[in-house]
């Protein structure tokens, strides 16, 4: 991650008075790359409680710059998953998880690009937010790759507790899977990064087949939304911007809109697994805005329960139930309402609901759909690699 800036002394801007939930794509373009006006323009999008441009906010997301500053991301980040950028939360300096041992292992060897002197201080912010989630929520298990993404949140937001209650949000919903006891969902999802790949990229899937390439190198792009990989510390912002405004699994279409953005010089490789495999693994830098463009026309194309695999979210719980007792319930509608639209308990098409408290979201409702989910996600994995095969023939 690069070096945290200090944060701008510039002066207050006037937001919008309108109450309008919506926003001009014209109007959008005009904040690009001008921190300032992205600021200015998050703030007209985020009216007083329980109204926010949502529709506004993901719209800004994904274009080039995305939310462009630290101010605008703090504010459309906590407004877009449901949490209050001045919430109150209590954060212990000593408490340790079950994983303290991994955790103090990974934290040693993160921040490189914060200055020397200030590297231990912000590594130990690092090491309280994550054994914090973890010791409040012993539901969620660590996974190696948490800590960078908590740094792009902790660096961003240069707020502990406001990135403590992002977190706690994103461990709710979008890294949900991550925080399993193991990776064997996630490792079963890469399913659905080749069947977009088959659907969108016969050539190219041809060839990954052929060489025997299976998408595991993209584990590590799921599980720390590139944080790992991409050095570009504003190109990882700009796809945090983008799967936070999205849905949960809005990661594996940016995973395979990368893989098919490099089809042609991937054709062109020796055709076996250790030459893809390699490709892949030294990528550090990519085109945000050309993966993100390609990822939202396959999402629409294919929306996620069309995909192998991908197991229902919150698939038990009756998302009916508000979280009346949580401190977003009154607040801010979030993204539910639109990931909702996919399950049973799909609500009006004005409703606005809020998350469900992070102690519902228990990773043990739904260890009975992962055998069952692999074991179809597999079968259709192998009639597609056989229908390939047998038209290539």
Request: glycine content about 4%; overall charge positive.
């Amino acid at each position: 991650m690069a070096r945290p800036k200090k944060g701008s002394s510039s002066s207050q801007r006037k937001t919008s008075s309108s109450g309008s939930t919506d926003i001009r794509s014209q109007d959008v373009q005009t904040v690009k790359g001008d921190p300032q006006r992205a600021r200015s323009h998050v703030q007209s999008l985020i009216k007083e409680p329980p109204f926010v441009a949502v529709k506004g906010l993901k719209a800004m997301a994904k274009k080039p710059g995305g939310f462009a500053g630290a101010k605008a991301r703090q504010q459309a980040w906590s407004r877009l998953l449901g949490t209050s950028p001045t919430q109150a939360t209590t954060l212990s300096q000593k408490i340790k998880c079950t994983s303290a041992h991994q955790v103090d292992l990974d934290v040693e060897r993160s921040l490189w690009l914060v200055d020397d002197a200030l590297r231990p201080k912000y590594r130990q912010r690092l090491r309280v937010l994550i054994n914090n989630l973890l010791a409040e929520f012993p539901q969620f298990h660590y996974f190696q790759g948490l800590h960078d993404v908590v740094s792009v949140i902790m660096l961003t937001c240069n707020n502990d507790m406001l990135a403590y209650n992002i977190l706690k949000r994103l461990a709710a919903c979008h890294l949900r899977d991550m925080l399993e006891p193991n990776l064997d969902q996630i490792r079963a999802n890469m399913i659905g990064i080749e069947s977009l790949v088959r659907k969108f990229d016969i050539p190219l899937a041809v060839f990954l087949i052929k060489a025997q390439a299976r998408p595991m190198f993209a584990v590590s792009w799921v599980l720390t939304w590139f944080s790992h990989t991409v050095q570009d510390d504003e190109q990882v912002k700009q796809i945090f911007d983008a799967c936070i405004a999205s849905h949960p699994w809005y990661i594996y279409y940016l995973s395979a809109a990368l893989i098919m953005e490099h089809s042609e010089p991937v054709r062109k490789l020796e055709c076996d697994m250790a030459s893809v495999h390699g490709y892949f693994t030294k990528i550090d830098k990519i085109d945000v805005q050309a993966i993100v463009k390609r990822a939202d026309k396959m999402f629409q194309a294919v929306p996620p329960n069309k995909l192998p695999s991908l197991r229902p979210l919150f698939d038990p719980i009756d998302t009916s139930v508000a979280a009346k007792d949580s401190p977003a319930s009154q607040v801010y509608s979030g993204l539910l309402a639109e990931i909702v639209s996919n399950y049973p308990t799909k609500p009006g098409k004005d409703t606005f609901t809020s998350f469900p408290p992070v102690a519902e979201v228990s990773p043990t409702r739904n260890l009975l759909f992962l055998s069952a989910a692999t074991a179809v996600g597999v079968a259709m994995w192998l009639a597609g690699t056989m229908a390939i095969k047998h038209s290539v023939l």
